[in-house]
C-alpha cells in the first residue's frame, strides 16, 4: 500500500515562528502537493513538484515555500507563521502519469497563536 | 485554471437508502480523469472511485457509482443503501494526466440512523 506521511497530526506555533511541514511517501512518486483545507474553501493547492528540485506554485503560494532535495519528502515551509495560517495542511503523492489517483497523508492541523 | 463545482455544502441520508452528491466542472480538455475522494471526521482522505474520461460506461465500486455525463461536465456520486460508516465529507476531483488535481469545496454527508 501507498504511505503518505506527514510529521506532525498536530501543531500549534507562535506567530512570526518560522515553520517546517515534512511530508514523505514510500511509493516512488515523482509528483508530490501541498494543499491546505477550510471549511468552505475545499482543497488549495499551495505548491507541487514533478521531480526532484522542481516546484510549482499552485493557487496560494504567498508566504508559503517548499524544498525537494530528495523525491520521497516534500516540505512546507512558513517563513513568518501568521495567524491567517492556522489550518488544516494535507500532503499528497501521485504518479506524474496515467491513470492514477492522489494519495494522502493524514493531514497536520495548524494553529498559530 | 480548471473549476470544479459542488453545489451541495450539506446532505442528509437515511441508513440504508441512496442518495446522490452533485459535481460539475469545467474544462477544454477531452481526456482527462474525475474522483470522489471520501474524509471521514478527523481520518484521512480516501478515494471512493475514479473515472476516465474516454470511457462510456460508468464507474462502480460496490455500492458506490457514478453518472458520468461528459457533455454537461457533470460527474455525480450515487451511495446505494446508506451506511453510518459513510457519513464523511466528500470531495469531487478533476486531473488532466501529468498535471495537479482540481478538487471541489466538499459536501458534507450525514447519515441518519
Known amino acids: 500500500d501507498v504511505k503518505v506521511t506527514q510529521s506532525s497530526r498536530y501543531l500549534v506555533k507562535r506567530t512570526g515562528e518560522k515553520v517546517f511541514l515534512e511530508c514523505v511517501q514510500d511509493m516512488d512518486h515523482e509528483n508530490m502537493f501541498w494543499y491546505r483545507q477550510d471549511p468552505g474553501l475545499g482543497l488549495r493547492l499551495i505548491y507541487f513538484?514533478?521531480?526532484?528540485?522542481?516546484?510549482e506554485k499552485g493557487d496560494i503560494p504567498e508566504g508559503y515555500s517548499v524544498s525537494r532535495e530528495k523525491k520521497e519528502r516534500f516540505s512546507l515551509i512558513l517563513e513568518s507563521a501568521s495567524t491567517n495560517q492556522t489550518s488544516m495542511y494535507l500532503c499528497?503523492?501521485?504518479?506524474?502519469?496515467?491513470?492514477?489517483?492522489?494519495?494522502f497523508g493524514q493531514g497536520t492541523r495548524l494553529t498559530v497563536v | 485554471a480548471q473549476t470544479v463545482t459542488q453545489s451541495q455544502p450539506e446532505m442528509s441520508v437515511q441508513e440504508a437508502e441512496t442518495v446522490t452528491l452533485s459535481c460539475t466542472y469545467d474544462t477544454s480538455e477531452s481526456d482527462y480523469y474525475l474522483f470522489w475522494y471520501k474524509q471521514p471526521p478527523s481520518r484521512q482522505m480516501i478515494l471512493v472511485i475514479r473515472?476516465?474520461?474516454?470511457?462510456?460506461q460508468n464507474a462502480t465500486e460496490n455500492r458506490f457509482s457514478v453518472n458520468f455525463q461528459k457533455a454537461a461536465k457533470s460527474f455525480s456520486l450515487k451511495i446505494s443503501d446508506s451506511q453510518l460508516g459513510d457519513a464523511a465529507m466528500y470531495f469531487c476531483a478533476y486531473r488532466k494526466t501529468g498535471n495537479q488535481f482540481y478538487f471541489g469545496t466538499g459536501t458534507s454527508l450525514t447519515v441518519i440512523p
Open positions: 499528497a503523492s501521485s504518479l506524474l502519469l496515467g491513470y492514477t489517483e492522489a494519495f
Open positions: 473515472q476516465e474520461a474516454y470511457k462510456q
Open positions: 513538484s514533478y521531480d526532484v528540485k522542481m516546484k
